[in-house]
């Protein structure tokens, strides 16, 4: 079945470090990708997404790309801030699952001064 | 204005005891869904919605019940509550294309003493 695997956590980095999210997918159909951010006590929310193959979704400084051939798409961030400390989310959804979402067991990030 | 919004935003009852959360979208979305986080933060889906019909009845106990009034609306009444239901509850909703993301409510704190 479709699932989604997402690199663990804790992630611990200091302010104006390069972050990578590992998100690695196996989907019987042609997914869309995405990477939500939960902030502490709050609901999760769309950070970025990718509908299709060689897609990049960006937001923020945040990127990632949908790489079809490794099965991927990681996130980055060329340099990372204090408000970034959140719970991060890689998901996908295909057309073959109806409406289901598959999420990642979520990755914590702290972003130290 | 808030997209997806649910009450009561905290809930703290005793065991045995029957409560309920609501949920709202203005969104104009055809789907609603139901998930619980634990305190890993590990997301479960629970239910969705598609138009009022059920369409994901994951493996949860049949003290939950989803109840869904009219597409804007997905309540979920829990009947005599256990020590491990105690979670975060958080309400969504999507469209039914495949490339369209969840929107999330705010979260429900759910503790059961």
């Known amino acids: 079945g479709d699932s989604v695997t997402q690199m663990e956590g804790p992630v611990t980095l200091s302010e104006e470090a390069f972050l990578t999210i590992n998100c690695t997918y196996t989907?019987?159909?042609?997914?869309?990708l995405f990477w939500y951010v939960q902030y502490p006590g709050e609901g999760l929310q769309l950070l970025l997404k990718a509908t299709k193959a060689d897609d990049k979704g960006s937001n923020k400084g945040f990127e990632a790309t949908y790489r079809k051939e490794t099965t991927s798409f990681h996130l980055e961030k060329g340099s990372v801030q204090v408000s970034d400390s959140a719970v991060y989310f890689c998901?996908?959804?295909?057309?073959?699952?109806?409406?289901?979402?598959?999420f990642g067991t979520g990755t914590s990030l702290t972003v130290i001064p | 204005d808030t997209a997806v919004s649910q009450t009561p935003k905290y809930l703290v009852t005793q065991m045995g005891n029957d409560k309920s959360i609501k949920c709202e979208q203005n969104?104009?979305?055809?789907?609603m869904y139901w998930y619980k986080q634990d305190s890993k933060k590990f997301l479960k889906i629970m239910f969705s919605y598609n138009n009022k019909e059920l369409i994901i009845n994951e493996t949860v106990p049949n003290r939950f019940s989803p109840k869904s009034p009219d597409k804007a609306h997905l309540n979920l009444h829990i009947n005599s509550l256990e020590l491990g239901d105690s979670a975060v509850y958080f309400c969504?909703?999507?469209?039914?294309?495949?490339?369209?993301?969840?929107?999330f409510g705010p979260g429900t704190r759910l503790t059961v003493t």
């Open positions: 969504a909703s999507s469209q039914v294309r495949s490339t369209y993301e969840q929107y």
């Open positions: 969104l104009g979305h055809d789907t």
């Open positions: 998901a996908l959804k295909t057309a073959d699952t109806g409406n289901q979402f598959y």
């Open positions: 989907a019987t159909g042609y997914p869309s």
